[in-house]
Structure formats: C-alpha cells, structure tokens
C-alpha cells in the first residue's frame, strides 16, 4: 500500500474509534444522548475540517 493510502486509513480508524468510543458511552456508560450526539457531530465537524489538511 502507498503512504498516502495507509496515512488515510490510520485516520479514518482513529475516526471510527472516537465515534465507537462515543456509542460505547451513551449505550453502557450512562453518558447523555444528547451530548453523545453533540460529541459525534463535533468529532465528525473536526475530521471534515481537518482530513484534508492530514
């Protein structure tokens, strides 16, 4: 695989993990839902913003 190919795929599991991390929260955790969905939209905002930037 090319660098540029591993380099996307690196961020996009970290992306993955973050949102898993937030339903993990919201379903077992007790965390809000509203606020878990303000996290994941924000999570997903940031990586919109910033992905092509990586």
Request: hydrophobic share 60%; proline share 2%.
């Amino acid at each position: 695989m090319g660098g540029t190919l591993k380099r996307n795929l690196g961020i996009y599991l970290v992306y993955l993990g973050l949102l898993a991390v937030i339903g993990i929260s919201v379903r077992y955790l007790g965390l809000d839902m509203m606020v878990g969905i303000w996290f994941a939209i924000g999570v997903a905002c940031v990586f919109a913003v910033l992905w092509p930037r990586w």
